[in-house]
């Protein structure tokens, strides 16, 4: 017979043990470590069209009825980073840092939704009925048929919505809610965890979808434990610097529609407002062209979006030189170094390098690494590059370009803006954008020999 597998849970941080202990090795909490009771095999729950723990056959579901229709909000931005409007019992994180607009965001959603027909309930613990009502009003959506509660008793609003039966809730936030059978303070991981499986659970059962809001800690982590993104089919982030006007709504997981889509928003006097075409507002700022600019044709989820990459190379006092990077990945900035150096000849060492993305975007798509290469280019040789050109590609470390998914629809997106030349790996095909020239390079080198009469 096999040996029964007893494990152990931290209550305080969800690390999971193999042995009980009075004290968690992960967080350092005492007497937080209980046993987990594993489920026995039961009745089993009853699938559709099927006996209590029979397994169907995937065609067996062809003939159940169509899946109920997704319900659009009606802002573009917000239906398509959750995959085309939202999925009925579908459950929704939306992470962000304080202040950054969640509670706005989703106000005007729940208004938009309930317009759209869904019956709605907003329950906030973070804010007196009150305060949500004036800021509703100062949206201007005073008279959406939204439902509002304040309540963070987790036993509250279950029996709220068991009565009222909504058809969306959203929660603001989920550290605020409190459990009665889970024996720690409101926002501890127990906590959280608790409140959010028994809301998701409740969701699935009743064909409820619920949006959880949940606050990031400084370390850029939905606070609580990572179980809790694993609990959702969908996790949405909410990103933005606080002294710009963006926002961002990045998915990073998503059941119902492609990971990485993004929404683009605008923080205003009377709430958030859409930005149809980011590259346009991305761009908005640049002036004449500077040596260590440049503009790079990305691709977001799936859309094209420009923006421009700056790069500033300067002498260092310091004995070891800096590289400080805003909204890419400094592993990357140190990959494309090396490469400029062991491949072009072109060294960086006793420079400080600061690269940043403008506008507060969060970059990670590989073909940023030619952009990178060529603001760092201009920046170190004092050269401006002709203002008409975006840059897209990938560098591998032999120094060799490797062409990117979507020329046609990064150049049509350049042609759009008036942009008229691309650099680009050898490879990419332009399609229907003819209006541009075209400028492709095999290797790092031979397109520093020809644009900066180097290396
Ligand atoms: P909020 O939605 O409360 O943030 P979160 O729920 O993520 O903590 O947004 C707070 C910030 O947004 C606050 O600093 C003020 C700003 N804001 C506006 O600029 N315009 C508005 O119309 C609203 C409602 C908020
Ligand atoms: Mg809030």
Redesign the pocket.
């Known amino acids: 017979m096999a040996r029964p597998t007893t494990s152990f849970t931290c209550n305080a941080c969800g690390a999971h043990h193999s042995k009980w202990s009075g004290r968690c090795e992960a967080c350092g909490d005492w007497n937080t470590i209980t046993e987990d009771t594993p489920l026995s095999a039961g009745p089993g729950a009853k699938s559709i069209g099927a006996k209590r723990g029979t397994p169907l056959h995937l065609t067996d579901l062809a003939t159940e009825e169509a899946p109920p229709p997704r319900t659009l909000s009606g802002m573009p931005e917000l239906d398509r980073v959750l995959g085309g409007g939202l999925v009925p019992a579908s459950a929704i994180l939306v992470g962000?840092d304080?202040?950054?607009?969640?509670?706005?965001?989703l106000l005007q959603a729940a208004a938009r939704f309930a317009a759209s027909g869904l019956k709605t309930l907003y329950v906030t613990g973070e804010e007196a009925s009150a305060q949500v009502r004036m800021?509703a009003q100062?949206?201007g959506l005073g008279d959406a048929p939204v439902q509002l509660a304040a309540a963070t008793a987790l036993r509250d609003i279950l029996t709220t919505m068991e009565t009222e039966k909504p058809q969306l809730v959203i929660i603001d936030s989920i550290q605020t809610m409190w459990a009665d059978t889970v024996d720690s303070a409101p926002g501890s991981v127990a906590q959280v965890r608790a409140a959010a499986h028994e809301l998701t659970s409740f969701a699935k059962r009743k064909g409820v979808s619920v949006i959880l809001v949940g606050h990031v800690t400084k370390e850029g982590q939905i606070a609580g434990p990572r179980v809790v993104e694993h609990m959702v089919d969908t996790v949405l982030y909410f990103e933005g610097e606080r002294g710009h006007q963006f926002r961002i709504l990045r998915s990073v997981k998503n059941r119902f529609g492609p990971a990485d889509e993004i929404g683009v928003f605008e923080?205003?006097?009377?709430?958030l407002s859409e930005v149809a075409n980011p590259s346009a507002l991305f761009l908005s700022g640049r002036g004449e062209p500077s040596p260590g600019s440049v503009v790079f044709a990305g691709i977001e989820g799936t859309r094209p979006v420009l923006v421009e990459m700056q790069a500033l190379v300067a002498p260092s006092p310091h004995a070891q030189a800096r590289r400080a990077v805003v909204g890419w990945d400094s592993a990357r900035l140190a990959m494309v170094l090396a490469v400029l150096e062991a491949r072009c000849g072109i060294p960086f060492a006793g420079l400080d390098v600061y690269l940043n993305v403008a506008g507060g975007l969060k970059i990670s798509e590989p073909a940023a690494d030619l952009a990178v290469a060529t603001a760092l280019l201009s920046a170190r040789e004092d050269a401006a590059l002709p203002a008409e050109t975006v840059i897209f590609g990938e560098i591998s470390l032999s120094g060799a370009l490797r062409p990117v998914g979507q020329t046609e629809n990064r150049l049509k997106e350049a042609q759009k803006l008036g942009f008229t030349a691309a650099i680009a790996p050898i490879g990419g095909k332009p399609g229907a954008a003819t209006g541009m020239t075209l400028n492709q390079f095999g290797d790092l080198a031979g397109l520093v020999g020809d644009i900066f009469g180097a290396g």
């Open positions: 962000g304080p202040g950054i607009g969640k509670s706005t965001l800021r100062r949206l923080m205003t006097g009377s709430g």
